[in-house]
């Protein structure tokens, strides 16, 4: 279930935009069919498609070209397969660097990465993963929001997102609320996945157990994902190009199906995307065409069929 309020706040007033950006490897072999899929069930979306990557990089001398970004800005979202770094010499300028625990070493050659926390951006988090354990508690789920975070070095940080979050989830009468130190989650996520319901984590710990968490239900080919900001919105698979699978055919479509449905939820075809969402649990459930890393024998485009003839039996 796709809950609404991962909706874009205003509709554009024509036909949605939507850039595609197929990526390298593997990536436009799952892409391709998903916009076929897309168009299928929205047929009045428009998709138009940007370089990016290696073949960018062919063509513009520029992996991210100035072209690909003036698409991205023009369209209504995109659907494609940083913190702030610099030399350790710089830190002495930071005002803060005096009250750390340790010097910062300025003598030395290096890096470093700052993290930039805004109380705005951490209420936002906290109230979006409140939604979605109610959505998810209408459905039969616990409702139980989870923190995972370093609270216990990182207070001024990850601290404040603890204390954003326990105080908005008290809002919710209805759900519960529990955290744990992120090692400790990283554990639960393998030892007890069952045990969790709606996890909250900042922007890194959140990458990396997105990835923990999509070994624990069958793999990264099952793993939809989607970066919403207040305006604008982008989707993607969880898993990368796949470049060892590139040209093979039997990529599982499943994460970039999801991503699609996800997109499709946020420009205000909820319908379709649930259609979407059946038909590939339909695809599931009759395993016929499922693939390799599924424990089939179904290739990228068997899958995509067994998909598309689920939409068409629906109608």
Not at 38 to 50: G, S, V
Not at 177 to 183: A, N, P, S, V
Request: aromatic fraction near 8%.
């Amino acid at each position: 279930m796709i809950p609404s309020f991962f909706s874009r706040l205003q509709l554009p007033s024509g036909p949605p935009t939507v850039c595609v950006i197929a990526g390298d490897d593997a990536a436009p072999e799952v892409m391709s069919p998903t916009v076929e899929i897309l168009r299928m069930l929205a047929p009045d979306i428009r998709f138009f498609e940007a370089l990016s990557g290696r073949e960018a990089q062919k063509h513009y001398g520029d992996a991210f070209p100035d072209d690909t970004r003036e698409k991205i800005d023009a369209a209504d979202c995109t659907l494609f397969d940083p913190p702030r770094e610099g030399d350790v010499s710089e830190l002495g300028a930071l005002t803060s660097s005096k009250s750390w625990w340790q010097a910062p070493p300025m003598e030395k050659q290096g890096t470093y990465a700052v993290r930039v926390c805004t109380d705005e951006q951490m209420y936002r988090l906290a109230v979006s993963a409140c939604e979605l354990a109610l959505c998810r508690q209408s459905t039969g789920y616990p409702g139980t929001v989870t923190l995972g975070a370093k609270y216990s070095i990182l207070p001024r940080t990850d601290g404040r997102l603890r204390t954003s979050v326990q105080e908005t989830v008290r809002a919710y009468s209805s759900l519960s609320y529990q955290e744990f130190l992120i090692d400790d989650l990283a554990r639960r996520l393998i030892a007890a996945p069952e045990t969790l319901d709606v996890v909250v984590l900042s922007n890194e710990h959140g990458d990396i157990l997105a990835d923990v968490a999509g070994g624990s239900i069958g793999g990264l080919g099952l793993s939809p994902s989607a970066c919403y900001g207040e305006h604008y919105a982008y989707f993607e698979p969880v898993h990368g190009s796949a470049p060892d699978l590139a040209g093979k055919g039997i990529i599982n479509p499943t994460a970039m199906l999801l991503s699609g449905a996800m997109m499709l939820a946020y420009l205000g075809y909820t319908e379709q995307a649930k259609q979407l969402e059946r038909a590939i649990e339909k695809t599931y459930h009759v395993g016929v065409s499922l693939t390799r890393d599924q424990g089939g024998r179904g290739n990228t485009m068997e899958f995509v069929d067994a998909v598309v003839k689920s939409i068409v039996s629906m109608k």
